[in-house]
């Protein structure tokens, strides 16, 4: 390697072997994001309803600690749904890692629920600074048959301000049945959560609650498949999940874990939610999630005004189905690529600018049964070919090999400006 850098400008090596790199990194990152594209999960909701368990607390001075986990789950939604009114707030963090690590997303989301003299009303607002995620903010109405929904004031997100963003005055963005609501955005706002919980979803049925002060805590787990005999807690929350982050395909679930923080007579004060799953938004990632719902019960706190204010001018309106879905700038790129997914070799030209130095050359692909099956490329005299997860590189003389991991620990997609320093050479085996 020494004697390869003595010969040849050390700069015009990392010029076209960033060109390289950049090139094959793209080619490699479009066939992640798209290969698997307009494949989704099954788009009917399931046949029939499925509700949480709900139970009337009972009144024979028995405690928490004399009933089982989902006995006290019962309880507590039990409780909640006998209030005439309450306040809840949502809080939540989901981080996302895809090919190899180079693209990192993280997504926040906050949301009310409040409820009074038979109104229910759910904001929820959903941000990301990235282009991968998108950012949305909707308010839903729930009446008797319908959902009501609006968008923010403004499509900014910047000029959102969480639980208080201000809301469009213009006609509703969708009325939906019910039906329609759990296909887009699962299950309906009088529910206790997003997840199904019940006997057929509970997995971890022998947790038993502890005690912490004045709380009591009760942590559980839930099935997230319908493979192991049980049922599937997120089959209603999947859909949702995959409406606001614009998902190819339904979410799936690696664990659900849940903890209950209630009183003596089983009113919730908060729940946590603990999740990992995998998601495909043209490429696959692996991720986190974070959510906390803290509950309030003075009547104070209950927001319902936006009814009489918005909502009630649109309570009889007519049904109009679910909103017709923007294209986004991915859409409209795989159906650019398409005619080149159904050739074997296609020739493009190169040309660009790296670090302020001019670069041109060409690139051969080549396909096989719409999968990517090689690039060739030749940069002023650096030749290079990707295939079997590798990448060779010949320079006049020299001759070497760039693993897969070590190709894209060279390159960042969330970085706006490519950094000549941060090649690391040594990577390269001859």
Known sequence: ?????????????????????????????????????GVSGVDNPPSGEAYSICLTPPTDGSKPEDHTALENIGYIIGRLSARDFYHSESVSKATASALFGTVNVTQNVVGSKDYKDGVLIVSSISTSASAFAPSKAIQRFYGEDKAVVRNAASDNKNDWD??????????????????????????????????VINEKTLFSTDAVVTREGDEYVLVVSLSVSSENGMEDATEYYKRQMKTMGDLDSFPKFSSAELTFR????????????????????????????????????EEEKVDVSDYEEYFIHYADAAVTGPAEEERTALDYLSAGFAP?????????????????????????????????????????????????????????????????????????????SFDLSSLDLSLIHI
């Open 162 to 195: 969480g639980i208080y963003t201000e809301w469009s005055s213009a006609a509703p963005s969708e009325v939906l049945t019910p039906a329609e609501h759990i296909n887009r955005y699962g299950l309906w706002g009088t529910e206790f959560s997003d997840y």
């Open 1 to 37: 390697m020494r004697a390869f850098l003595k010969k040849f400008t050390r700069r015009r090596i990392l010029v076209l072997l960033a060109a390289v790199l950049l090139i094959v990194a793209g080619v490699f990152a479009y066939f992640q994001f798209f290969r698997d594209k």
């Open 340 to 416: 080149v997914l159904t050739e074997e070799n296609t020739a493009f030209s190169i040309d660009g600018t790296i670090a302020g130095t001019p670069v041109s050359g060409a690139a051969v692909l080549n396909m096989q049964g719409g999968s990517l099956n090689s690039l060739r490329l030749a940069i002023g005299d650096l030749s290079a070919a990707y295939e079997q997860g590798s990448l060779f590189l010949r320079y006049k003389d020299f001759l070497g090999r760039l693993s897969a991991d070590a190709l894209f620990s060279q390159i960042s997609f969330g970085s706006d």
């Open 262 to 297: 209630f009183g003596e007579d089983w009113t919730i004060y908060s729940l946590q939610t603990n999740e990992v799953y995998t998601s495909q938004k043209g490429f696959s990632a692996d991720c986190v999630g974070e959510n906390v719902v803290t509950y309030s019960y």
